[in-house]
């Protein structure tokens, strides 16, 4: 067999180190609008894409390290998504176009600009019900399906949380003090939380701009949830999300969750008939999937899904 050049060989290796590294990308949505997106892994790997699908007002880099993590066991691709109007996605300047139906077209033409036929959806809150109508819309797609902190009834009370802090935060002048203001907020959500957890999670939450710190998503998010009256009923869900029993599936609820109940959690798991039930101790909704085994559970569970 010929020996490799020495040009040819450092030129392997540097391909190689680079699949360690997210890397950004840029998908146009039907309308126009630019999505931004962040892979990680092999492209070409043997195994299945594992596609992530941030919260209502979060974005991709709340899945950096588990993302990594699961790029680095096996041959896999993983693929993070900003939603319009989150991240390094462009804002939609008509806020009611923040909706869920033209979310999911957005994904659909993603996932068609990539190529990708068939993968493992990994959806925190928002993203999980955007799983669960990709699993209603286009079956096929769902290999696996992992949910974090969302399910078929949404407890109102964490509703109104949210609803009374997206687009309404503290504007702070440092990320130091970005950071007092998420202990401040979240603090009673996420009672175990090390000082560097709460630092990443401000920079994952604003953004240097030319008048100091900005939200990274747009404040007219909150519009939609303006709307939505909090004193009837919300909807139940259980036969949309029952579309999942196509896949293995594994939910994921933070045991201070206001969002998704211990009940329902059970229940989904109980209904489905291949489930299993991951609980994050100290924390609430979301869980910030960086905890040790929160994440060897994920991995076991990725590896387990052909």
């Known amino acids: 067999?010929?020996?490799?050049?020495?040009?040819?060989?450092?030129?392997?290796?540097?391909?190689?180190?680079?699949?360690?590294?997210?890397?950004?990308?840029?998908?146009?949505?039907?309308?126009?609008?630019?999505?931004?997106?962040?892979?990680?892994?092999?492209?070409?790997?043997?195994d299945l894409p594992v596609i992530c699908l941030p919260g209502l007002s979060r974005n991709a880099d709340d899945f950096e390290v588990i993302g990594r993590a699961l790029a680095e066991t096996g041959d896999r691709w993983v693929i993070a998504l900003d939603s319009r109007g989150r991240g390094g996605s462009e804002y939609d300047p008509d806020w009611r176009r923040y909706d869920l139906q033209v979310e999911l077209d957005d994904l659909f033409n993603v996932i068609d600009a990539l190529g990708i036929?068939?993968?493992?959806?990994?959806?925190?809150?928002?993203?999980?019900?955007?799983?669960?109508?990709?699993?209603?819309t286009r079956p096929a797609l769902i290999a696996g399906s992992i949910?974090?902190?969302?399910?078929?009834?949404?407890?109102?009370?964490?509703?109104?949380?949210?609803?009374?802090?997206?687009?309404?935060?503290?504007?702070?002048?440092?990320?130091?003090?970005?950071t007092q203001v998420l202990r401040q907020v979240f603090g009673t959500h996420f009672t175990d939380m090390a000082p560097e957890a709460w630092a990443r999670f401000a920079r994952r939450t604003w953004k240097e701009g030319p008048k100091g710190l900005e939200p990274r998503y747009d404040p007219n998010l909150m519009r939609p949830l303006a709307e939505l009256d909090l004193e009837k009923p919300l909807p139940v869900l259980w036969t949309q999300f029952e579309t999942l029993a196509v896949a293995p599936m594994m939910v994921i609820r933070g045991e201070l969750s206001d969002i998704l109940g211990e009940q329902t959690a059970r229940e989904m798991v109980a209904r489905h008939p291949d489930a299993r039930l991951h609980e994050v101790p100290y924390q609430g909704h979301a869980p910030i999937l960086e905890?040790?085994?929160?994440?060897?559970?994920?991995?076991?569970?990725?590896?387990?899904?052909?």
């Open 147 to 178: 949910l974090n902190d969302i399910g078929p009834i949404i407890e109102g009370r964490g509703l109104a949380r949210i609803r009374g802090y997206v687009g309404k935060l503290p504007r702070p002048t440092t990320f130091d003090e970005a």
């Open 291 to 306: 905890d040790a085994p929160t994440i060897e559970a994920v991995r076991a569970f990725v590896a387990s899904v052909a």
């Open 1 to 46: 067999m010929p020996r490799r050049s020495g040009k040819a060989a450092a030129s392997h290796l540097q391909l190689v180190d680079t699949l360690s590294e997210w890397r950004s990308r840029h998908v146009l949505a039907r309308d126009g609008l630019r999505l931004h997106l962040r892979e990680i892994g092999n492209r070409a790997g043997a």
């Open 117 to 136: 036929g068939r993968a493992i959806f990994f959806g925190t809150s928002r993203g999980g019900l955007l799983t669960a109508l990709t699993a209603i």
